[in-house]
């Protein structure tokens, strides 16, 4: 029961990832044309957030949220979409591989083989994400795209907190000094 809830919520997550990539490449070929008409900055070789952003005002273009006046800050969101689509797709694999951690627990061997070619899909389907999220991105910027190696995860673990002598609560004290003097005992 559990494992069909975390794969419908990577079925979910994935709908509401390809649905955004959709309509960000919906901009590649209007931003294609504002590039053509307006006046590019030499200190970045494209025109400024606040010139596309007057542009799809001007051409009548809506947003996301169905709104007539485009922003720097949403064409910036814009760009940056690959961002999110990532961080969506980040998330689609941990899932994928809690779901296959969870199994090859209790797996047999001939179970853990196919756990294992799971594994390895749920691996190439985030590289393939990841890349189409980093293609999407140059194609909106109008730049061309460099096919690199996709990284590993990166799997940071928070370090325990410690907390400061002046903060512990006088029980936490004197637990400690309980402890001192049973040590010194032995």
């Given at each position: 029961m559990q494992e069909e809830i975390e794969r419908g919520r990577i079925i979910g997550l994935r709908q509401r990832r390809l649905a955004t990539a959709e309509w960000a490449a919906s901009f590649v070929p209007l931003l294609a044309e504002a590039r053509r008409e307006l006046p590019i900055y030499a200190d970045t070789g494209e025109p400024s957030q606040d010139a596309y952003a007057r542009w799809l005002t001007k051409s009548g273009i809506l947003t996301r949220r169905k709104k007539k006046i485009w922003r720097s800050e949403t064409v910036r969101r814009l760009f940056?979409?690959?961002?999110?689509?990532?961080?969506?797709?980040?998330?689609?694999?941990?899932?994928?591989?809690?779901?296959?951690r969870f199994k090859m627990r209790y797996a047999d061997p001939a179970a853990?083989?196919?756990?294992?070619?799971?594994?390895?899909?749920?691996?190439?389907?985030?590289?393939?994400?990841?890349?189409?999220?980093?293609?999407?991105?140059?194609?909106l910027r109008g730049h061309p795209y460099d096919d690199e190696p996709i990284p590993d995860r990166l799997d940071f673990k928070p370090k325990p907190r410690k907390v400061p002598p002046q903060r512990r609560t006088a029980r936490q004290a004197a637990q400690t000094e309980i402890a001192k003097k049973q040590i010194s005992l032995l």
């Open positions: 940056d979409v690959h961002i999110g689509l990532i961080d969506e797709a980040e998330r689609e694999f941990d899932i994928a591989m809690g779901i296959v853990r083989k196919a756990l294992a070619t799971e594994e390895e899909t749920a691996t190439n389907e985030r590289a393939s994400a990841i890349r189409d999220a980093l293609q999407l991105s140059a194609d």
